[in-house]
């Protein structure tokens, strides 16, 4: 999973063709920690999509345009556009995310 570390890569790979899946997370999220060891097998589960990860907190302003609520949460974009969503509070499960990602794709 490739870290964006600019704003211009944060628009960039959205724009990619295709299911592009950001990952908003945090150092600090012990939700996010827990998720992390299971994040290459969602990965291949989910051959269609692009991952990235985003921290939460370098890139604040994107997380309120997007209503990040709480981290570990997931946008899915196709072709540049937002089609799903998945924001909450709540840990989520690995199989959570690869229904979420399926649904998407």
Known sequence: ???????????????????????????????????????????????????????????IDQAIAYDIIGIPSFIAFKDGVVVDSFVSKNRKTAEEIIAFVNGVA
């Not at 964006?4 to 939700?31: P, R």
């Not at 996010?32 to 890139?59: G, H, T």
């Open 1 to 59: 999973m490739t870290t964006i570390e600019t704003v211009e890569q944060f628009e960039s790979f959205k724009n990619q063709e295709g299911t592009v899946i950001y990952l908003f997370t945090a150092q600090w999220c012990g939700d996010c920690i827990v998720l992390a060891p299971q994040l290459p097998a969602i990965e291949a589960a989910c051959p269609q999509a692009k991952f990235y990860y985003i921290d939460r907190d370098q890139f």
